[in-house]
């Protein structure tokens, strides 16, 4: 024989090595029912039982959640048909505190081959299977800032696209309606000067013509200057004004209110304003009420405050606007109308902003809010 082939050849005697089991395993055994009959020191201090409370016991008392019956029914199965079973369990100790054990329970048979103890040998792997949850965990994490970042990524490339799109738009936009704005400016007041001579000669039918062609100079100017206010924003030239002043103001640039009813505030305010600027806001806020309530119906503008800003309320009783289109009324170029630029709304915005205030809208009925600080 060569070297040491067993444990027996070495003449060990069994409390050696229980000595040696007991500093290194959790160690217990239970007689062929389940009843612990042996726990030795380790297994007392991880389930923090005192060996007297273990003594007589089903191992069930340490039984937490983690496992299903079929957990514990497989492995009963399995050694009570005379089989080794290794495993993993999470257990429970006295103090409710939960603690893993890496086991090893065997079946010991007497002379008759018939299943006397349970052997169980466990390992304390609590802390792996901590910092294995921990690093599920922060995989978990790391893929779900992986994809918030793509959506992030996605979403600034698409507005980075918007944005160049808009602004090649815009320039280009500025440059027509740059271009337009004389040629138009001298239609607008050669109609105007030759008005009433024309006025004279035409017959009813050919005046309503006139009158049309008039509105359509009318519009054209209005839309050149929408664009041109987009593309400059320029300083703002602030004067001590009054809100009524402007509101009247702007009412000159509405049109077509026949069958509208338009209720002005009973109070006035003097605003730090530029007043031509928001005076456009006014005009473009009740030229799109104008439009929606198509010939019937009412807008109200209210003045009032709080403790920190004037609020100018502009209401309508027309139908409101569609939820899908809440987002995007106040983005460059969204319009529903057949003539609109879709820039009435983001002029109003920059405008209303550059003043230190918000606007908002809110339906039924449809409210258009402003805030300018006071
Ligand atoms: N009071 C309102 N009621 C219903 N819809 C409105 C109202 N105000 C604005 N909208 C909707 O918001 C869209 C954008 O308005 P915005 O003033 O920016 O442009 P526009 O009026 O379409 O064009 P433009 O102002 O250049 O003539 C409108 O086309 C319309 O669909
Ligand atoms: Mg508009």
Known sequence: MGLVSSLKNLNLNLSDLEEILAEHSIASVTDEQGT???????????????QEELL??????????????????????????GNIWVGEIKNRAKDGTFYWVKTTIIPVKDSQGRIKYFVAIRTDV??????????????????????????KVATKSSDIVKNERLATIGTM????????????????????????????????????KWFRLQNSIFDMHRIVDD???????????????????????SLNNVRSTYGIVIKLPENDITLNCDPRKIEGVMSNLINN?????????????????????????????????????????????FTTKNTGTGLGLVICKSIIEQHGGTISVDNNPTTFTIKLPA
Not at 230 to 246: D, G, V
Request: aromatic share 8%; net charge negative; with cysteine.
């Open 36 to 50: 612990i009959v042996y726990a030795n020191k380790k297994f007392c201090e991880i389930s923090k039982y005192p």
């Open 126 to 151: 609590t802390k792996e299977k901590q910092m294995y949850e921990k690093l599920l965990q922060v995989e978990q994490e790391l893929i779900q800032q992986n994809l918030s970042l793509a959506a």
């Open 289 to 333: 009420a104008v439009h929606a309530l198509d010939g019937q119906g009412e807008i109200e503008i209210t003045l009032s405050f709080d403790s920190n800003n004037i609020i100018i309320l502009v209401k309508d009783s027309g139908p409101g606007i569609p939820d899908e289109n809440m987002e995007k009324i106040f983005e460059p170029m």
């Open 173 to 208: 936009a500025s440059r027509i309606a740059h271009d337009l704005k004389n040629p138009l400016t001298i239609l607008h007041t050669y109609a105007d000067m030759l008005t009433p001579e024309i006025l004279s000669k035409l017959d009813s039918k050919d005046k309503e």
């Open 227 to 249: 664009v041109l206010d987009f593309a400059r924003t320029s300083e703002l030239n602030k004067k001590k004004t009054s809100f009524m002043r402007i509101l009247r103001l």
């Open 56 to 81: 007589g016991q089903n191992h069930r008392i340490l039984k937490s959640d983690e496992h299903n019956s079929d957990f514990f029914t497989d492995i009963w199965e399995k050694i009570t048909s």
